[in-house]
């Protein structure tokens, strides 16, 4: 790979960090098994990250929305030397054969250091926008795994063979089943990190918990068949695992499923969207980056490509679109750069019931036909769908108790049994503002909101 | 009344507070409908309020947890001009005959301010300990209503007939009944404090809620056949709602029914039984006082005489009591001052049914008996049940929303929709730790903890 | 002005509005007062705000600090709303004619809202760079009375002339002079919002004062030839005006004058400066904006040109430049993109005095020209100076006391005492990373630190 | 020692204890270097310090004050522990000899658990109350020396000699006196934690500081003459160090010197110097206890009867007093149930003077005389002098840097460069209300408040 920029030499010295943290305050990546973190922060595919946002547009809602994939992932990584703490603290609960060595926790805290590596623009929002893209797990992977980036290099510098490792571990893979799903599983570092983190951001304490007591209320349980694997201490830890994931709700229904968010994202992915047919139809915007035009022919774009791309150069671009000879993209972009946002109707009962949904949309896009709108762009059905809580039936978290059987977690929680497998779904239509009445008195069902 | 002590006399000059509270910061008592709380602090039945712990008990296994009823007063009077101010904000929403006046605010803030002002030693712990007693709500309507104390004399001051309005303020009878709801109720002045406070004292976080967008978020609804009611606001306040409800769960779970208080909880009514049962035996112990002499006959204690109590005096009590002849008084006494607290064990399944549990007491006193121990004091059931969240189905909390009509809570919130009604349940032997290992073994059952 | 984007039409209705601000909890515009911020928020001009941190490249340092000037600016505004009640509430104190009206009330919530609009890319890094481009209190002042932005007209609609009123206030002219100093003064709204958002999005805690009883600590205080002015209630507010100004003092030294932040700082204003030069040498970068080509002729660039500037500009500019011809630019830009940010070495004592700073400058260069780097980029001489607390002696804040006459805070103050006039001063030399040994062992003095 | 009371056997099993506090969160003693608190916990000795409030009276100028001294003895041996845990990761700065061993730090912890374990009620203020009292640090002394009590007990059973070596750390004698100055010095564990408590309990936010970072910013600074002390790291810690030393000339200016409390404080000395005057003239009043008696002997209280007093004894006491035979007695206590608090008046200028004082309460006396009150017991001249940053100049906080000599803290520092060794002093006159206005015109002076 070369992402053909200047390429900076630096003295390859050993460093030891400790910095700020708005939400975990002292963040220190001193012991050895942080060492990796401070070299990697070097990496120019790191750095990239303090170009996008964590939350995409939810700072169109959110104005203290602004914290960064960067902040992100140092969170993560800390939150990563706070439960190996934890393990080592309970690791003679363990054969010594299922014991985390000093290389598994270094390459711990780096796969929980890299595991959004990937991301693009607006975080989840790009590649959703252009089909066909990989999504940012396959380039999170391409930029561990691919020899010529920083992140590979300083990898491969600790010892031959890191780089794969630390990508297997970010898949979910490793010797230890407990030590991969603690970077990516019901209860991961990922969590930990963005649901304090994007609480503090946006102001919204729902998002609280209790971390530190969450961590001390780990236990490893030892499966018959399945190995060990994270569990929670009856005693103490119940209300912290289910704060924990409440917490969690209540962000999905507070932040990340805000309406105005998900007209704005709407109005992002549909500006891609013409962006690409423009190109494809021989008028190419400016700022038409490289990714996208390997994309438009169906092509997966090259890593170097895709590293090009951020939240400024998104910025830069709708900016530049404005003036394009398209109205549709000129409009779309005029409307988010002055916060101009599409209007939402959500949609209750059986109309937003899946069976209806095309029925809806088709209504929907005639009325705009008829007033003149465009039925592509000025009118979109959105549909959102969350499980709360949610657990493989054959591999529950397991809560362990001074006396009796382990048992499923579902099994013992008030709150948890009670919502475990349900779905939250809200359908709402996204609309051009000028076509709000009209649609609104369309659409009107006698219905109204239930649960 | 003749509280016996010597009267204090104090200028009646027009005061102004502002104070520091650790939870809601600067608390100021300025405004006009405020007026009555600088003066009724004066009050010897309020000052009192500083000798009775807010938790009781609680302290013994949450250390923090050393604060007062007299705080939660002012905590409580506080979040009531929080809430007037927002009332006053929608009022334009109710005909003029159902609005708030003046003197309508001035005693509700009265009310919150004094609607625990009878509690008795260790609050709740008192008034189930003696046979008889009237509870604290009886007390509370006492101070009031009474002419002969502080409280009575400072409302009365105000304007004739204030004591007995802002009782039945107290009470939940007002001519605007969203305004007696709002003193208690769903969501009254009382859990907003209490919730708030017992989360910072014992530094329990689940506890926290978002307590200004709650308030901002209430509105309210003018139900056809049942006048106006606090409602939510469906746009803004559901993650707030259920937030609140919640917090309360979580401080259940976690707080108020933990196994060490409930086991305190335990033998302080053991004590204060025993006391009551020796002194009808001829033998009266040290420091007993007019109050339990009163409530011994099976006359209801003087109003003085009650007031008399508070937790210095059942300290200073059972202090003393430690060396009475009686060998079950002064050992339940002298365990805890040295904190040396009963046991518990949780019994589950089938076990725990309400058909059961007499089977169990009994199979457990047989065990204690044969061991030599006291089958009335050594050996205890303890029941605990929690309503999270209920509601009369006929008068439940609306919540509004921009088009279509109101709908109650329980219907439009995910979770709340799936507590509704249910009940927490906790059954527990609590024992002397001398006759645990042979009752773990003796009703150590099959089962195990489930949800 | 015209801005050359696409013009989005929206419906001038009334709009109400609450918000969750991250610092202040909920933020509400909803009172007559504040009815200008929610129209103000739809103008292109605010919209930019969100395209520009508040800390400039301060995230370098504290990856948090991410916070935009948009947030900064509600958060300002809302201070203003608190303040406002606050003086509300003591207004009998003053005649009539020095009473806030409800239009001046009006005006300083849209004043304090639109306070720092004018800011250029980076806050105040950007005016920095170009000789010659006016502060951005021009551009404040030019955007709130330009007829042709979106702000001017909003500010119009109300009544005619709120433009230029709003426009006074900002410079700090107001019939009320107090009025003017709380947007802009020793104790302002600006301050009271930056330094509790600078402190949450840093994690650095020294930020955090007491908001809301510093309010209520206020008074005004009407001085015999100076008019009513601002002051401190004796009784309850010193110390909170004290940790206000200490919390300004600490966040200087650990956040604002940070040595990374002010080298990077230095290496933009660098990378600007070469890009100008560039193009006064016929070599145009790429991405160079309208604004710097008018700058470059030595002209004042129009309006509409400096709004064009922003954050993401910038970013993309300097991304570009990576690959400009010029060793120089594209060096340092691609330092700053990948963080490889020029180190520090802190002066002190004599060589750090004033009259020595050209020779040790002079010294500085000698060494990077003799080791083949460029003495103008390569190394650069630092100077911050900050006082803490100052006053002129003639219009000090006065202290108000129950009984005795008012007293200037710096007499009255054990701390403010001893640091008024005093000045933090620290000298640095700022140094590409290839000459750091090099020059660290010609300027090592024998000093060290001294306070 | 027999304190009289019935021993409660218990068995001496390992424990392991983690609890919430509410000011650091998690607390856990779980490490082999604190195996000693969880078994001191259960000392008759250490329970009875939930019984003492750590601020004593100032509950009736801050409700929330409520916290004890239990609870800070919980949180001063967490500090210790996390004090710990950085002396050992600096470990390798120092010889071997001076490192800590294993049974170094579990003493350390141990020492501060129990270095306040003798206060009496109401904290410092009953040894100031009683002539010839020892001060609470002998009493603490003993408790730990003394081989009657269980804390005694449990040193020892841990190993022969550790009571001695733990009551030596308390007293600031240890091999190592960096060790020593952690549990009391400039920077020690008790101030950590009580400023943080005590903000965290009254809800002034001033006495909050950064104590993670402050511990991070811990070094060791091996002295030629002195010996390892501890030492701040110039790079990071120099605010946190400041900020920590502010807080506290903050919680003086704001909390500990509060009027209300010192006019409280003194009516309590004056209630028992009455006391036992009128014991001691044959009026011995009712709950007068042993240690009184003892010591209006003039002989030194047994440990066992000292160890009988605390708050509840003394609430109980002064409530018997209102109704004891001698009026000043009785009012005094009648006055302090219900918080009819003496008032104060400040008094500044020449006749604050140390010189002017006597001539100041003689006047106050004759003013009170002349009036029919009491000149012992119904006016008081109260003096307070805080010394908020002092260090002996042989033996200062030293800073180290990179490069260069270590300095001392005060010439490194603007803040405490500036207040190094001033003296806050408050003069107040301490009188019954019914007085006041007679004194406050007798004794207003030209002057009015000065720094």
Sequence with gaps: MDTGSHRVRRPATVRRMILRDPVHGLVSFEAPESCL????????????????????LTSLAFPGAEHTRFAHAIGAAHVMTLLLDRLRSIEHMLPVEHRITPRDAREAVAAAFLHDVGHGPLSHLFEESVPGLPKHEHWTDAIVRDSGTDVHRILEAQAEGTAERVAALVRGEHRLPYLAHSVSGLFDIDRCDYLLRDAHATGVRYGDFDLPWLLRSLLVHDAPHRGPELAIDGAKGLPAIEAFLIARLFMFQQVYLHKATRAAEWMVRAVIRRAVERHQQGHTPDHFPAALREAALGTRPTLGAYLELDDAWLTTAMHAWERDADPILSNLCARLRSRALFKTLEIFGEDAKPASMGALLAHAQTVVREAGGDETYDVHLDEAIVVPFNEPSDDPMM??????????????????????????????????????????AALRSDGGPSA
């Excluded at 750095?47 to 946002?53: A, C, K, T």
């Excluded at 013992?412 to 709000?436: K, Y």
């Design 37 to 56: 973190v401070p070299r990697l922060l070097d990496a120019r595919e790191v750095q990239r990250l303090r170009r996008i946002r964590q939350l995409g």
């Design 399 to 440: 809560v362990l108790f001074a006396k009796g059987p382990a048992r499923p977690l579902r099994e013992v929680s008030f709150l948890l049994e009670r919502i475990a497998g349900a779905s939250i779904r809200r359908v709402r239509v996204v609309m051009a503002p000028e076509h709000r009445d009209r649609l609104v």
